[in-house]
């Protein structure tokens, strides 16, 4: 029987053995189900090619050519993709509406044996549960966001407290951005595509621990942070790292040196600025650059720019604040000892009322 979910950890735990998206290639990048592969019984270009003659010639017309390429592809995912799978294999497919792409798939499949199924509604139904978690309804977790200036290493902390069993989102990670706008790391996922990998991250939570995320603005990068999502990090308590400017100067040299290191496109990003901290500052710092004096630059940065920015976003969100955890370094050992006391605040909040 087709998948029929009405909430979307209904449709991740699915319980198949493998989920398979049957789109094109530009459909499947993107957004697409976790963990799903890509089979396309139809590429871009023939997608294209049967739209085309479905809006000029005919329906059927369309259909004829479509059927043909759509068995001719999947005859060759099932000479080479899946042709590795016993008779016990369990696969999940979906294309756009879950109607003919997917519907014919699914039915070659077990033709041959094969125990497939389909979502019903296909990726709309997928991406319709995700609106609704993420746009729509409260999410039902009790988040604390990790809050100091900039270099305090709180990027670094995440995966030290997730080893230690606190509940993480690393925002900056699913969306490939540090959050600032020196931060890029490559190409970015599509808003929906990030809205996905934060979804599936969510449903793995147990809502009644709580779940630490970095404190970001509402936008990382080119991508938005979801109004569910918002909403219940503006009403979260903070968590706050001190460390010195010296200790925080050395991080970031060490962290961000890609960035300081391509003066070309830093320089580009530095220029933007001069409408906020005027033209005299931002062409010190270039010239910093491009002398090869990182630790200045980075200090500079630091002290007429993001920490006059961080105060003042601050003094105007106002937050809770239920902890600072001082450090005089940021080496791997003091970042230990610091994830050790952010851990220790996380557990007495489990045990403690909402």
Not at 81 to 109: E, K
Not at 259 to 274: C, M, Q, R, W
Not at 343 to 354: G, K, R, Y
Request: proline share 6%; net charge neutral; glycine share 8%.
């Amino acid at each position: 029987m087709p998948l029929e979910p009405t909430a979307l950890p209904d449709l991740l735990d699915h319980g198949f053995d493998t989920v398979i998206d049957v789109r094109s290639p530009a459909e499947f990048a993107e957004d697409h189900v976790p963990g799903a592969i890509n089979l396309p019984v139809l590429d871009n270009e023939e997608r294209a090619r049967v739209g085309t003659i479905y809006k000029q010639v005919s329906p059927f017309d369309a259909r004829k050519l479509g059927a043909a390429l759509v068995f001719r592809n999947a005859a060759h995912h099932i000479e080479t993709s899946l042709s590795h799978h016993d008779g016990g294999w369990r696969p999940l497919v979906y294309c756009w509406r879950g109607g003919q792409r997917s519907g014919s798939f699914a039915w070659l499949l077990k033709e041959i044996g094969w125990r497939s199924d389909v979502i019903r509604g296909g990726y709309k139904t997928y991406r319709r549960l995700v609106v609704d978690m993420l746009h729509r309804d409260g999410l039902p977790f009790r988040f604390v966001q990790l809050g100091g200036y900039t270099g305090t290493a709180k990027t670094e902390l995440l995966p030290l407290l997730a080893r230690r069993g606190v509940q993480v989102i690393d925002l900056e990670e699913l969306a490939n951005h540090r959050g600032s706008l020196l931060g890029a790391m490559g190409e970015q996922p599509s808003q929906k595509g990030f809205e996905s990998a934060l979804a599936g991250q969510l449903c793995r939570l147990d809502p009644a621990r709580p779940v630490l995320v970095e404190a970001e603005s509402s936008k990382i990068g080119q991508v938005l942070l979801p109004p569910s999502l918002w909403d219940g990090m503006k009403a979260a308590p903070w968590v706050e790292v001190v460390a010195p400017l010296e200790a925080r100067t050395e991080y970031l040299v060490r962290a961000y040196d890609d960035i300081l290191s391509d003066t070309a496109s830093l320089h580009a990003k530095l220029a933007p600025l001069k409408a906020h901290r005027g033209e005299a500052l931002v062409s010190r710092w270039i010239g910093l650059s491009a002398a090869g004096d990182k630790r200045l630059l980075t200090r500079s940065l630091m002290e007429d720019h993001y920490d006059l920015a961080y105060a003042k976003s601050m003094k105007a969100m106002a937050p809770k604040v239920i902890a600072r955890i001082e450090t005089d370094g940021l080496s791997p050992p003091q970042l230990d000892r610091v994830a050790g006391d952010i851990a220790a605040v996380l557990q007495s909040m489990e045990t403690s009322p909402a």
